[in-house]
């Protein structure tokens, strides 16, 4: 059985940073893509970072771009997700995923087969 847990979440100011990890147990994820995703209340959840194992190649959404960096570590199954420069509008919940029917990057949540429970980022101004 898959398992993705997050970690990392939390309270932080404007400005400031924050690193989530995310931790993958029960397959061989280094030939496949994960990514983080964001969810904020009433909206729909949105691709945020995307890293493709066989190449280390890094994918962005628009608005991440040059404040945020997702980084893997194969020997643990784990991804991170630094954040830095965080604004109020990254509150939001944030999903670890896993796409293993594909080896692309895709921004397209339906592409992904499995999901982490969430970790809640709550940035204040």
């Known amino acids: 059985q898959v398992q993705l847990v997050e970690s990392g979440g939390g309270l932080v100011q404007a400005g400031g940073s924050l690193r989530l990890s995310c931790a993958a147990s029960g397959h061989t994820f280094s030939t496949y893509v994960m990514s983080w995703f964001r969810q904020a209340p009433g909206k729909e959840r949105e691709f945020v970072a995307g890293?493709?194992?066989?190449?280390?190649?890094?994918y962005y959404g628009d608005s991440e771009k040059g404040r945020f960096t997702i980084s893997g570590d194969v020997a643990k199954n784990t991804v991170y997700l630094q954040m830095n420069s965080l604004k109020p509008e990254d509150t939001a919940v944030y999903y670890c995923?896993?796409?293993?029917?594909?080896?692309?990057?895709?921004?397209?949540?339906?592409?992904?087969?499995?999901w982490g429970q969430g970790t809640q980022v709550t940035v204040s101004s």
């Open positions: 890293l493709r194992w066989s190449d280390g190649s890094t």
């Open positions: 995923a896993v796409r293993v029917s594909g080896y692309t990057v895709s921004a397209y949540r339906y592409d992904y087969d499995y």
